[in-house]
T-cell receptor
Framework: QKEVEQDPGPLSVPEGAIVSLNCTYS??????FMWYRQYSRKGPELLMY??SSGNKEDGRFTAQVDKSSKYISLFIRDSQPSDSATYLC???????????WGLGTSLAVNP | DAGVIQSPRHEVTEMGQEVTLRCKPI?????LFWYRQTMMRGLELLIY????????DSGMPEDRFSAKMPNASFSTLKIQPSEPRDSAVYFC?????????????FGQGTRLTVV
């Protein structure tokens, strides 16, 4: 079993839909949780960063961490075609430790 | 700033040939990371430099892979000899703080195909 599991999709939604992207993990020591967005033929870029449990909101994006269930989510409200990309979750147990990555979920938002 | 610059963007080579990938990190950043991305394994950290010194190379798959950072503005990843299973997208990333910093900025990657 991988340390971080992420459904690769693809996920296809109409413009304006609410999108939910998820990752599960097995290492209870993970404390730092990130979501990266990767457009086709580009490098990943950091989208959201959360420490420990709870929610974090940034514009149309909300990141949730449920440590009791070892489950993290990224919600995208009012999705736009420009949100079409691969979304990767990444996490680590401490600030000075390397990131463990999910495989990424491919999202297509259709106009 | 132009961001992290990688070259070449695409490389096609024959099995057994030497391949050199190049990276120019963002000016002022003191940490540099080399990653490999494949469909099956996702993003894998190969090696991490801090202040031009290799700190963790545990992700380097085998002795055919080597990386250098002769100065703060340049790094190379070399594969010799290359094999078809090395085909992947190789990313360089840099960050401005030490350790396995969260906010690393990625280059656009080098797509390597070994035939």
């Amino acid at each position: 079993q991988k340390e971080v599991e992420q459904d690769p999709g693809p996920l296809s939604v109409p413009e304006g839909a609410i999108v939910s992207l998820n990752c599960t993990y097995s290492n209870s020591a993970f404390q730092y949780f990130m979501w990266y967005r990767q457009y086709s033929r580009k490098g990943p870029e950091l989208l959201m960063y959360t420490y420990s449990s709870g929610n974090k909101e940034d514009g149309r994006f909300t990141a949730q961490v449920d440590k009791s269930s070892k489950y993290i989510s990224l919600f995208i409200r009012d999705s736009q075609p420009s949100d079409s990309a691969t979304y990767l979750c990444a996490m680590k147990p401490g600030n000075n430790r390397k990131l463990i990555w999910g495989l990424g979920t491919s999202l297509a938002v259709n106009p | 700033d132009a961001g992290v610059i990688q070259s070449p963007r695409h490389e096609v080579t024959e099995m057994g040939q030497e391949v050199t990938l190049r990276c120019k990190p963002i000016s002022g950043h003191n940490s540099l990371f080399w990653y490999r991305q494949t469909m099956m394994r996702g993003l894998e950290l190969l090696i991490y430099f801090n202040n031009n010194v290799p700190i963790d190379d545990s992700g380097m798959p085998e002795d055919r892979f080597s990386a250098k950072m002769p100065n703060a503005s340049f790094s190379t990843l070399k594969i010799q000899p290359s094999e078809p299973r090395d085909s992947a997208v190789y990313f360089c990333a840099s960050s401005s703080t030490g350790g396995y910093n969260t906010e690393a900025f990625f280059g656009q990657g080098t797509r390597l195909t070994v035939v």
